[in-house]
């Protein structure tokens, strides 16, 4: 049943970077790529009731909470896309599959942004990290994803970046949605990139964006 402590850890899932937890606040994660691990981690999820069974996990939202501040866990339960959900289904899906990102937002760092690397490289002397070709890894990660993550019950996607639509990671994503008429789409970009055909073909499936 939907969590009555915060809704964020029965019906939201936030993938960043291949690490799974309810939000960005959470301070537990999961590797998202290994099955038994996810299931686990999700039935500790279920045991979290009130303050002392989240322990320091959830200190962001209790800090705020105890300054009269807002917080995601009491935004929870104002959010639509939970409104009637009743069962532990995750129907909000976040995710971050990669940091490709052609601009350096005053706002973003070096953890979020290639571009930013570069600067942090160029000025500060600090290493980029070698990784894999991002379409054979989106690839791979997206597939492994699909064996840990049910997307079936997703009514909101919200896919980050660094640029979400400077690689074509989302639409791989989005091939995969079961009922994609039943979700709805968001994304966090700096509008630099427009959407081509293939993108707003996949686009025309879900319910909007």
Partial sequence: MTNNFCKL??????????????????TDSVDATKPVDVKNFHETLTKITDWDSAGNRCNECKIREEKGL???????????????????VKVSIEI???????GACLICGPWNSTTWEKYDHKIKNIPIKEVADPKIASLMFIAQLKESIDFSHAKEILFLGGEPLRTDSHIRLLENIEHPKKASLRYTTNGSYR???????????FKEV
């Fill in 9 to 26: 850890l029965s019906n939201q899932t936030r993938i960043e970077y291949g690490q799974l937890r309810p939000c960005c606040w959470f």
């Fill in 195 to 205: 959407p081509d055909e293939r993108t707003l073909e996949a686009w025309s499936k």
């Fill in 96 to 102: 971050q599959i990669d940091k490709d990102c052609n």
């Fill in 70 to 88: 807002f917080s995601p866990r009491l935004q929870s339960f104002k959010r639509q896309v939970f409104d009637g959900i009743t069962d532990d």
